[in-house]
């Protein structure tokens, strides 16, 4: 914290013309290398969820899993390393993994309802396939392998599925922060967003306009154009429209229109 704050003065992330006093109080014993296990201190949960640090150090990347379908495993005993979806279809290529130091392994989950730490989950009572971040301490980045993990996942969909058995190339891109994406050079926003190819659609559990940048006029948004509503995850999902059905739809929409 100490490090973030002088990072927004020395930035002048601050909109003030007033003068920020600032002091930080170094921590003695404290080396940047280390990790919460090597301090030798007892970890307090700063959430019911996070009973382990390693479950705090996954949830750096798999945190992202909160904003999709997918569970994140809340209503297990592993929440922020054990995820899925219903309709996930894992193969083999769990192992290819092990080449980058990360070590899932497939399982079947069914996430319940825990009071005071998980009511209502995501994919409460159904059986999920997934997978499950065996040694989540061991690797020096966990963002980007959650990130990697949520691409990976998505692109074992139902949907996904259903549209390469019927001869559809298609490709999913995860953008997890639009101004990280927009930040970079023109040669990589190139590759990932190909101007030649202008069947595009995007997938947003909020408001469908601002993706329009990047579907372009000729795209398809499956989102939103209305005010959300209070209800059980699953039963707003369908009320939305965000079905496997309704992606396969706007696919095939725009690859034929």
């Not at 002048?12 to 003068?19: F, P």
């Not at 009973?51 to 705090?56: G, K, M, R, S, V």
């Not at 040694?135 to 390469?164: C, F, I, Q």
Request: charged share 20%; glycine share 8%; hydrophobic share 40%.
């Amino acid at each position: 914290m100490g490090e973030l704050a002088q990072m927004a003065v020395g930035e002048d992330w601050y909109e003030t013309d007033a003068k920020v006093n600032l002091r930080v109080i170094p921590m003695s014993g404290w080396q940047r290398e280390m990790k919460w296990n090597d301090t030798q201190l007892e970890w307090v949960p700063p959430s019911p969820n996070l009973p382990t640090f390693e479950h705090a150090y996954a949830y750096i990347g798999t945190c992202f899993f909160e904003g999709t379908t997918l569970s994140e495993g809340r209503g297990t005993e592993h929440p922020f390393l054990m995820m899925g979806g219903e309709s996930s279809i894992l193969n083999d290529d769990v192992s290819l993994w092990s080449n980058y130091g990360v070590r899932l392994q497939p399982i079947q989950f069914t996430p319940v309802s825990i009071p005071g730490k998980a009511l209502r989950p995501k994919g409460e009572g159904l059986l999920l396939n997934g997978i499950l971040w065996e040694n989540a301490l061991e690797h020096p980045d966990p963002l980007t392998v959650g990130l990697r993990m949520m691409h990976w996942l998505m692109e074992y969909s139902e949907a996904a599925d259903k549209l390469a058995a019927a001869g559809r190339g298609i490709r999913v891109v995860s953008m997890p922060c639009a101004e990280v994406f927009e930040r970079q050079d023109v040669e990589y926003r190139e590759s990932v967003l190909p101007s030649h190819i202008l069947a595009r659609v995007a997938v947003e559990a909020s408001h469908q306009d601002w993706w329009y940048k990047y579907v372009g006029l000729d795209g398809r948004v499956v989102g939103m154009n209305s005010f959300g509503e209070s209800a059980p995850g699953p039963a707003l999902m369908k009320e939305f429209g965000f079905t496997i059905e309704n992606v396969v739809d706007a696919v095939e929409d725009v690859i034929y229109s």
